[in-house]
Nanobody, 122 residues
Framework: QVQLVESGGALVQPGGSLRLSCAASGLSLNYYGIGWFRQAPGKEREGVSCSSSDGTVYYADSVKGRFTISRDNAKNTVYLQMSDLKPEDTAVYCC????????????????WGQGTQVTVSS
């Protein structure tokens, strides 16, 4: 049984930083791509960043230069380091997994976590 569990969400002030974690079980991240997605109230789900099993990474323009995706395959965990956070980054952040290739399109993923809330507010 595949499980993805996100953690690290919190309330943070604008300009602050957070690191989200996505811990996987039931699959090996050596062979899977991971995507980070977010959804704010009343808005569509947005692809934030993705990482393929070969190390290729992509970022949405809205977070480029501020967010960094990384993975620790030994811990079967993917991280999303977020810095210079803005109020518009407020959303529920979810990770998702699919075989080998990470994509920013949410329709291509097989497994999803439950999400973690990030709130950026003063």
């Amino acid at each position: 049984q595949v499980q993805l569990v996100e953690s690290g969400g919190a309330l943070v002030q604008p300009g602050g930083s957070l690191r989200l974690s996505c811990a996987a079980s039931g699959l090996s991240l050596n062979y899977y791509g991971i995507g980070w997605f977010r959804q704010a109230p009343g808005k569509e789900r947005e692809g934030v960043s993705c990482s393929s099993s070969d190390g290729t990474v992509y970022y949405a323009d809205s977070v480029k230069g501020r967010f960094t995706i990384s993975r620790d395959n030994a811990k079967n965990t993917v991280y999303l380091q977020m810095s210079d956070l803005k109020p518009e980054d407020t959303a529920v952040y979810c990770c998702a997994a699919r075989f080998t290739i990470g994509l920013l399109s949410s329709t291509k993923y097989d497994y999803w976590g439950q999400g973690t809330q990030v709130t950026v507010s003063s």
